[in-house]
């Protein structure tokens, strides 16, 4: 239905990551999303951009399933979100201040906890799970601080240790909620590179939720702008406006 | 006089020793979402359980755990729909306390009795009684085991451990039906109004020594034990309230565990 207004081609390539389709959302009464659609092909990375309340976060927990979409639909590799089970296939890293937490947690068990579903009471871990946690932590820069407490690190190494977790199942989509906010420069530079190993080498699809373009600029080949949102006589809607090819 | 060789004082650190030390497994998880409370309200509707029970002639112990498990399952469900707001929840819970009383004035039931079930009564419990209170809490211990890293990952970050796959609706409900045990395990023991206090302070206690999660809830779970244990011996030779005695001895862990870090912290400053 919506792809004739969009132009989109009948028979799409199969299996896009994540396709959001005529999808609307208000919370409670205050709407925030109306008729939006967003797809993300594979091996793709597009940077989200948009004002602070324009509703980049609803709209990525709109594609996840997080919360439900009040029209329209929504697809993780071609499967419609009540009947994907593939989550294995899914990274994400939630929008955050810092990573809170009353009870200590360390490094290792956040990225680890990443693998929670697909753990079996009797069996351990396989060596593939072990060498993927490996993989994520030299990664994302974290050896030395494998069984540091998450709380007693900086903003930017709880980051990367969010990221890990997002990564240890390998998914094939990656979607990032303002990943270098209040994260310091080095951070930054070793995000970049693994995005920059993760699309490249490992074909994943990115979406990079961010307001401030130099964390993907020369990475992202699509930018996309969520508009409006903020002033009430525009009624709270937004919409996606593709903004730029980078 | 050693207390040991009394079996009733036996019978007390069983059961005690045990339900302390699992109590805190369950009340990580709850501690972690920012649901301290959450053992305290089950106490006030197993409370209403056990009035009833008394009413109808029943045993307290199915009687709480029949309204505390359904109590839970309420509440999740109502956090489903988006209504389990703290104004619902709070109804829920007071009209547990108020329904029970009620009813267990109406039954007659001993003032005495009441009493012990609020504030626990450990020196009064018969073997097959203990034997409950075991069979509750391994069956506990098991649920944890078995749900473990699912656990751990909803407690920690709801939306993230969903979107990596975790039936977190399904988690939200073991847990819940966890705390209603240990509640009901407890009550006869600590008594209703102070089971909940073990759930929350070893775990706060272990929080403060504790690098990993693993690591905090073995500690606490020692912690818990440990109290019950010297708990039920200061009662016993000063003649405390025992239930009293458990919850202040796991405070004051709490107060050594947050000194100690302070001492350490600033020796490494
Ligand atoms: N849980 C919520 N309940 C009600 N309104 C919300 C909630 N979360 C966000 N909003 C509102 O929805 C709008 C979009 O928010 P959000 O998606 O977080 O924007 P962004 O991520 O672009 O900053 C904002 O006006 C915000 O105030
Ligand atoms: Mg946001």
Redesign the pocket.
Known sequence: MASAATGAPLAAPPAAPLELDGVSFA??R?K??SDVSLRVAQGEFVAVV????????????LGLGLLPAGSGHVRLFGEELSSFRAWWQVGYVP?RATASSTIPVSVEEVVVSGLAARTRLIRRRSPGEAARIDHVVELLGLEGLRRSRLSELSGGQQQRALIARALVTGPKLLVL??PTTGVDAEARSVLRKSLQHLVEVEGMAVVY?S?DPEGFSGLAQRVVE?VG??TPVDS?R?SLREVATG | MNPFEFEFMQRAFVACAVIAAVAPLVGSFIVQRGQSLVGDGMGHVAFAGVGLAFLVGADPVLGALACTVLAGLLLVRMGRAGLAGDLAIALIFYGGIAVGYLFASRAQAGQSRLVGLLFGSPLNLTWPEVGVIVGLALAVVAVVVALYPRLVAMAFDEEAARVAGVPTDRMVLALTVMVAMVVVGGMSSIGLLLISAMMVVPVAAAAQLASSYRGALVLASAIGGASAVVGLLVAHYRDYAPGSAIVLVAIACYLAATAWRGVTRRALA
Request: no cysteine; proline share 0%; aromatic share 4%.
């Open positions: 919370y409670g205050s925030v999303l948009g004002s602070n309340g324009s509703g980049k976060t609803t709209l990525m927990k929008q909620d303002e939720v307001h969520v949102g903020r709270g937004s």
